[in-house]
């Protein structure tokens, strides 16, 4: 329901005005079905970040340490979110339709680029989940008020970040780069003059928000006092 009262909104909004700062509305939608794709594959696959409050606070996380295997690829794996599958297959319908309504140039440059930011979207939005979560290890708090307000500024990425504020663009493209999930790989791929390049950016801030999770899980977990302590 909340997937579609947004596309109805966008819909209403473009019966009013042509474009929005240059994106018309299949553009947007776009954007829109990026954000629900990726985190529905993150959600399906890599939901066990959320459970690092309870591992944490139980000292149920020395059954991950002992093990030789990464406690990170543990931990994410360690649940599956069935409710990611709704996300995949609204995200996916919607951004087929969203594509078939836009004159695009594909190439084959374009179309490995087009996979690589889909990738990219995906460890994008686990890590952010995985340093948002490891907070635990400061706060030790039962709730998960901290990482669900990280996560509700994702909000910010369904529609084109060109029409906030500037303290919104600069969060979105610096502190937590959910820009980068959709925005910018978007503008890449619609040939958007003035945000194009920042899509190229995408791998690299993969790397730096895969590489930024693992050190604060890491640093964090100096602090775990385990069951035995």
């Known amino acids: 329901m909340t997937h ?3 596309l109805v909104f966008l819909w209403v909004l473009y019966q009013r005005v042509p474009d929005i700062n240059g994106w018309g509305f299949w553009e947007v939608i776009a954007v829109y079905a990026m954000v629900y794709f990726s985190e529905g594959i993150s959600s399906f696959l890599f939901e066990g970040s959320w459970l690092m409050n309870s591992l944490v606070n139980k000292g149920l996380l020395d059954n991950y340490l002992v093990r030789p295997l990464s406690p990170i690829l543990q931990i994410l794996s360690s649940r599956i979110g069935v409710n990611g599958i709704g996300n995949i297959l609204i995200g996916s319908v919607i ?3 969203a594509v078939g309504h836009i004159s695009m140039h594909w190439s084959v440059s374009k179309v490995i680029m087009a996979i690589v930011m889909l990738v990219s979207a995906i460890v994008i939005r686990s ?5 948002s979560n490891s907070s635990v290890f400061w706060t030790q708090n039962p709730g998960s008020s901290f990482p669900f307000m990280i996560h509700s500024i994702g909000e910010f990425a369904k529609y084109p970040i060109s029409i ?3 303290v919104i663009q600069g ?3 610096f502190v937590v780069p959910f820009a980068f999930v959709s925005f910018y790989p978007a503008a890449y791929l619609f040939d958007k003059e003035a ?3 920042w899509g190229l950016m995408t791998p690299l801030v993969t790397v ?3 590489v930024g999770a693992a050190t604060i899980f890491n640093y964090g977990l ?5 069951a035995g302590n």
């Open 171 to 173: 969060v979105v493209t």
């Open 127 to 131: 890590s952010i989940k995985l340093a």
């Open 4 to 6: 579609l009262l947004g």
């Open 195 to 197: 945000f194009k390049y």
């Open 95 to 97: 951004l087929i339709q």
């Open 164 to 166: 906030y504020s500037a």
């Open 208 to 210: 730096y928000c895969a």
């Open 222 to 226: 100096k602090r775990y006092e385990s």
